[in-house]
């Protein structure tokens, strides 16, 4: 896909998923992870992002506090 905003979106980009291919094309993260029922790593902390869980759930109890 030509994403004419790749180069932009690639600096605030904060997914650690080595050789992802939807670096930086977010149209095709948000696709992807909704097919999973999972959020994008650009809905998680730095540290939450690093564990690869992209639940919903995961984001929920992290939102209220709870682990």
């Not at 905003?5 to 992870?33: F, L, Q, W």
């Not at 650009?42 to 995961?58: G, L, M, P, V």
Request: aromatic share 10%.
């Amino acid at each position: 896909m030509n994403c004419t905003g790749k180069a932009v979106n690639e600096r605030h980009c904060n997914c650690t998923y080595p050789g992802c291919p939807r670096h930086g094309v977010c149209c095709e993260c948000i696709t992807y992870h909704m097919k999973k029922d999972q959020l994008p790593a650009c809905y998680f902390s730095k540290e939450q992002e690093a564990t690869w869980n992209r639940s919903i759930d995961y984001f929920i109890s992290e939102r209220n506090g709870k682990k």
